[in-house]
C-alpha cells in the first residue's frame, strides 16, 4: 500500500498539518494521548461534533466511528446527555463533594449490568483496573494474577504487560519491569491453560470477555464459563474487563450477552457517553473490602457530577431503547463487514474485517486473521494506510482500524460508509496496479 495523495491531502488537511506544527512546540508529541498522533495521512485536528459526524478544521466532514476511542455510544450531540450536563453546569461544579447522582448511578449500573450489586467510582479505566486488581488482592488476601495476551487493560506499570501477541512482558518505555513481576501471561481463549495454572496462590483472572483491543474475538464457546467454574474452584475472582464491552455489546454488556456473571466488572468508555467516568462494580461479597471502608479508594475528580450526570441521561436512554439500539447497531457493523470483506476480495486488497457485535476491526494482511494468534501477521503500517484511504473518503475510524458503530449512525450513514469503503479499496487496488 502506498501513501499516493500527498500533495491533494496538504491543500485538504492544511489546516490540521499547520496545527500540527505548531502544536509541537509546547505541547509534547502535539497530542495528549499517543496514538492519536498516528492518524494518517496527518490526526485530524476536530472542530466540532454531530450526532455520528465530525468536521474538522478544513472543514471536512467525516462520518464517524472512532467515537472518542468508544466512549461516543450516542454520538456526539445526545440531545438528553447534553441536557443533564447543561442542567448539572447551572447548580456550580460540585467536585470532589457527596452527591445524590453518585449513589443513584450506582443503583441505575446494578439494574443494567448483572454482576453490579455495588459500584465504586474513578475517572479512567487505567485506574478502575488498579482499583479492581487492589479489590481482588484484599479480599482474597493473595498477590497472583492471570492476564491473557494481546489484552489490554490500561497502561499502569503492573498490567501493561503482554498487550500484542509475540510480545509478552513490559511494553513501554520507562515502565517499571519488576511492576507486573505477579503477573501470569496466558493465551486468550485456551481454558485449559488457566484450568493447569491455576492454585489457591491466585487473587484473580483479569480478562477482556471479548477480545475487542485484540481484533474484535468472540470468545469461544465454554471459554468464560470455564474461567468461571475454575475461579469459584481455587477461591480466585473472575475479574471481566468490559471497559469497551460494557453498555457496548449489550445494556448488561458482554457478561449479559454470553451469560456469564464475573465477580467484578470494570466499567468505563460508553457509561459516561463521553465525559470522563469509570467505575467497579461487584457482587456484594467481592465488593465487601471497599464497601466497608476497609479498602483505600482515593481521588478528588471521583464522581465528579458533570460526568455522573451524563452517565445517568446515557444509561436511561441506552435501558429505554436497548431493545432497538443494540440490534440495529449490531446489524449496521455485520454489513459493514461483509461490504468491506467483500469489496477486497473482489479487487485483490489484502484488508480483511472482522466484528463482534458494536465494534468492528480493520486489518491489513495477506493471510486470514481467524484467531488472536493470527493478528501477529498484520501489516500495521499498511492498517494505518488504508483507514488513512478511508479517511480521504469521509470515514474516520481508529487509526489502527477498529471501529465503534452508535446509536446515531442512519442507514444513510452506512450506505454512504459503502461507497466511502468501495472508494477507498479501489484507490489501493490502482495504486498496487500502478
Ligand atoms: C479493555 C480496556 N481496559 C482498560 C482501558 C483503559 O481505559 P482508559 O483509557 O480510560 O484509561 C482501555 C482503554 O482503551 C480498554 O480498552
Redesign the pocket.
Known amino acids: 500500500m502506498r501513501d499516493s495523495l500527498d500533495a491533494a491531502d496538504r491543500q485538504r488537511f492544511a489546516g490540521s498539518y499547520a496545527h500540527r506544527k505548531s502544536a509541537l512546540s509546547h505541547l509534547a508529541f502535539g497530542v495528549s494521548s499517543t496514538p492519536r498522533a498516528t492518524q494518517r495521512p496527518v490526526a485530524i485536528v476536530m472542530e466540532r461534533g454531530d450526532g455520528a459526524h465530525v468536521v474538522d478544521v478544513d472543514g471536512n466532514r467525516f462520518i464517524d466511528y472512532a467515537l472518542g476511542?468508544?466512549p461516543l455510544i450516542l454520538g456526539h450531540t445526545p440531545p438528553s446527555v447534553i441536557a443533564a450536563i447543561q442542567n448539572e453546569l447551572s447548580r456550580g461544579l460540585r467536585t470532589a463533594s457527596v452527591h445524590r447522582g453518585e449513589a443513584e448511578l450506582a443503583e441505575l449500573i446494578a439494574a443494567c449490568v448483572p454482576s453490579a450489586e455495588q459500584t465504586s467510582f474513578v475517572s479512567?479505566?487505567?485506574?478502575?483496573?488498579q482499583l479492581a486488581l487492589r479489590v481482588a488482592r484484599a479480599a482474597t488476601g493473595r498477590v497472583k494474577i492471570v492476564k491473557f495476551r494481546a489484552?489490554?487493560?490500561?497502561?499502569a506499570d503492573g498490567i501493561h504487560v503482554g498487550n500484542a501477541i509475540g510480545q509478552d512482558g513490559a511494553s513501554a518505555l520507562g515502565q517499571d519491569p519488576q511492576a507486573a513481576q505477579s503477573v501470569t501471561l496466558l493465551d486468550w481463549g485456551d481454558a485449559e491453560q488457566v484450568e493447569a495454572v491455576l492454585d489457591s496462590s491466585f487473587a484473580a483472572v483479569i480478562v477482556?470477555p471479548v477480545a475487542?483491543?485484540g481484533g474484535c474475538f468472540e470468545p469461544p464457546a465454554g471459554f468464560l464459563e470455564r474461567l468461571r467454574t475454575a475461579t469459584q474452584r481455587c477461591g480466585a475472582l473472575l475479574i471481566f474487563?468490559e471497559?469497551?464491552t460494557g453498555f457496548r455489546l449489550a445494556l448488561g454488556g458482554a457478561q449479559e450477552r454470553y451469560g456469564v456473571t464475573p465477580d467484578l466488572s470494570?466499567l468505563?468508555?460508553a457509561l459516561g457517553a463521553g465525559l470522563?467516568i469509570?467505575a467497579v462494580s461487584g457482587s456484594r461479597a467481592a465488593m465487601e473490602v471497599l464497601s466497608s471502608g476497609r479498602l483505600m479508594h482515593r481521588g478528588t475528580f471521583n464522581g465528579n457530577p458533570l460526568s455522573v450526570a451524563a452517565a445517568i441521561a446515557c444509561l436511561e436512554e441506552l435501558r429505554d431503547g436497548h431493545n432497538e439500539i443494540y440490534a440495529r447497531m449490531d446489524a449496521f457493523a455485520g454489513r459493514l463487514c461483509r461490504f468491506l470483506s467483500d469489496r477486497a476480495t473482489l479487487r485483490g486488497v489484502p484488508v480483511r474485517a472482522r466484528q463482534a457485535g458494536a465494534a468492528l476491526q480493520i486489518f491489513a494482511a495477506e493471510a486470514a486473521i481467524e484467531t488472536l494468534r493470527d493478528t501477529a501477521q498484520v501489516d500495521k503500517e499498511n492498517t494505518l494506510l488504508f483507514t488513512g484511504a478511508l479517511l480521504r473518503e469521509g470515514v474516520q475510524t481508529l487509526p489502527r482500524g477498529l471501529c465503534y458503530l452508535s446509536a446515531a449512525h442512519s442507514l444513510a450513514d452506512i450506505e454512504a460508509t459503502e461507497a466511502a469503503i468501495a472508494a477507498a479499496v479501489d484507490a489501493v487496488a490502482h495504486a498496487k496496479a500502478a
Open positions: 476511542y468508544g479512567t479505566g487505567t485506574e478502575a483496573i489484552n489490554y487493560h490500561g497502561w477482556e475487542i483491543n474487563d471497559v469497551i470494570v468505563g468508555k470522563p469509570s
